[in-house]
């Protein structure tokens, strides 16, 4: 009998494990997957939710695993701060543009 698609597919997707995770500062986050590796953090989906866990807030051993690189996270921090900079000065100079109609 062949099993419909989706149902492998749902399978596949499944974490083989969840697990908790306890911050440096205290926070724990409980039934935890890892859904992406940014350079500066985890994002997750846990129990309550999703968030995003700045590798300076995890222990050495999950940084490790992880492949943290303090340089690469400096960096890519410096280009979200400048992409979050120029959306902010685009979004200005279109209320202006409203403005002025």
Do not use: C, W
């Amino acid at each position: 009998m062949r099993k419909p698609a989706y149902l492998l597919l749902a399978v596949a997707l499944l974490p083989a494990y969840a697990e908790d995770l306890t911050t440096t500062d205290g926070k724990t986050y409980t039934g935890v997957t890892v859904t992406k590796v940014d350079p500066d953090g985890l994002r997750i989906a846990h129990s309550s939710g999703t968030a995003k866990v700045p590798f300076e807030k995890l222990s050495d051993e999950i940084q490790k695993k992880h492949g943290y690189d303090p340089f690469n996270a400096y960096d890519h921090a410096q280009a979200e701060k400048a992409k979050q900079a120029a959306m902010e000065k685009a979004e200005a100079e279109r209320a202006r543009a409203v403005q002025a109609q």
